[in-house]
C-alpha cells in the first residue's frame, strides 16, 4: 500500500538551504523533482526577497552546479536548479530511493519534506539510506494513502484533516471567517506546512474529480 512520510531536516542540510544565511525571513518551496539523465532537476519558489537580492545568495552553493531564474508571480520567483550527483544529503536519498517528493518547504529553522512510497518498503530503505550515510532526518508523520468515497482519488490523512478544518472554520468563505494563520494554529503546523497541504489536496481533488481519467 502506498505510504506517506512526512520528515524535518535542518536548514543546511539542503544544499538550497545556504540562502537562509543571507536572506534570513524567505521561504524556500520545491515544485518538483525530474529524474534526467544522472541529474535531478528541480523547480523551486522562492517568497520574501527580490529577484537580484535571490539570484546573488545563490552565487555558490554547495551540491548546486547551476540556478537560473525561470519566471515571477508577483513577489514569488521560479527557479531552475541542477544539482551534483556525488552530493550526499537528502537530494541524494531521493534521488537513490524509489518514491517520489511530494512536497519540500525550507525557512531558517529547517525544512519539512513529505514524500511518498509505493509501500512501506519503500520508505524503509530511503529511511536506511539516510541512518547509513547520516544524513539527519526527523520523521514528524508516517500514515497509509486511502481512497476516499471510491471515487478513485487519494488524500493523505493530514492533507484531508487541513481540508476539514479549513473548510469547517470558513476559510474558503467569502469572505474568509478565518486566517490562514488560524487554521494552521489549530492544527498545530506552520502556516507554510498548512499552505502545502491544502495546495496538494486541492490537486488530488481536481485530478480526481474533474480531470477525465
Known amino acids: 500500500m502506498a505510504t506517506v512520510m512526512e520528515f524535518t531536516s535542518p536548514a543546511d ?18 515544485e518538483r523533482l ?33 540556478i537560473r531564474l525561470i519566471d515571477n508571480v508577483d513577489d514569488e520567483y521560479l527557479m531552475r ?14 534521488g537513490e530511493s524509489d518514491i517520489a517528493l511530494l512536497s519540500g518547504i525550507g525557512t531558517k529553522d ?20 539516510c541512518q547509513e550515510h547520516d544524513i539527519p532526518i526527523k520523521i514528524t508523520a508516517l500514515h497509509a494513502l486511502t481512497p476516499m468515497q471510491g471515487d ?38 506552520t502556516q507554510q506546512s498548512l499552505s502545502s497541504r491544502l495546495r496538494r489536496g486541492h490537486r488530488r481533488l481536481i485530478g480526481g474529480t474533474l480531470i477525465p481519467p
Open 13 to 30: 542540510e539542503f544544499p538550497l538551504g545556504s540562502i537562509f544565511e543571507t536572506l534570513r525571513g524567505v521561504t524556500v518551496e520545491l
Open 34 to 66: 525530474i529524474p534526467h539523465d544522472t541529474l535531478i532537476i528541480p523547480y523551486f519558489w522562492v517568497r520574501g526577497a527580490e529577484a537580484e537580492d535571490i539570484e546573488a545568495s545563490f552565487e555558490s552553493h554547495a551540491g548546486v552546479t547551476g
Open 81 to 94: 536548479v541542477k544539482w551534483e550527483r556525488e552530493y550526499v544529503g537528502v537530494l541524494s536519498a531521493l
Open 110 to 129: 529547517g525544512w519539512h519534506f513529505e514524500v511518498r512510497g509505493e509501500s512501506q518498503e519503500a520508505i524503509g530503505e530511503f529511511r536506511t539510506y
Open 152 to 189: 478513485g482519488y487519494e488524500l493523505t490523512a493530514t492533507q484531508r484533516e487541513a481540508l476539514v478544518l479549513a473548510y469547517q472554520r470558513g476559510y474558503f468563505d467569502s469572505p474568509r471567517e478565518s486566517s490562514l494563520e488560524e487554521v494552521a494554529e489549530e492544527l498545530g503546523i
